[in-house]
């Protein structure tokens, strides 16, 4: 065997070395991307609006995730006291379906934006938890067409 045999044998080894190393890399990134797949389909998820009609505050809530949200507990926070109907700064959902809708009246003072900290269990785990800052819409009552 020459030099150029054993070159040749030495970049096929490396190439095929490189091969399997890569292809082992993909496998466990494929894996891993199942793996959050697989989570994300088990995992509720909330859309949250804050609306102003005229003298009415309403949040609005809706189950944009891939599973049914349980014991859901909503916390408002803003400068300005607002509050919900029975006067508290929590209120509880005992569960809202996927693509399901809440509209929660609020009592209080006018606020341009509010903070809502929402918790609760789906097919993902208990104590999940979602941190929004919203803004009012900007739609008046006697602004809708």
């Known amino acids: 065997m020459n030099w150029s045999d054993w070159i040749a044998i030495l970049i096929f080894g490396f190439s095929l070395w490189v091969y399997f190393k890569h292809d082992k ?12 797949e697989a989570v994300e389909s088990q995992r509720a998820r ?18 944009t995730g891939k599973s049914t949200a349980k014991n859901i507990v909503i916390n408002i926070e803003s400068k300005e006291p607002l509050s919900f109907q029975d006067g508290s700064t929590q209120y509880r959902i005992n ?3 996927v693509t399901e809708k809440a509209e929660i009246p609020l009592t209080g003072n006018y606020q341009h ?8 269990d789906d097919e993902s785990g208990k104590g999940v938890t979602q ?14 067409i």
């Open 25 to 36: 890399e993909i496998k466990a990134l494929e894996k891993e991307k199942l793996k959050r």
């Open 46 to 63: 909330f859309d949250v609006q804050y609306k102003w009609l005229f003298v009415r505050h309403i949040l609005c809530l809706q189950n």
């Open 95 to 97: 569960k809202l379906e």
């Open 113 to 120: 934006a509010i903070k809502v900290t929402l918790t609760w």
């Open 131 to 144: 941190l929004e800052h919203v803004e009012d819409d900007g739609v008046n009552e006697f602004m809708r």
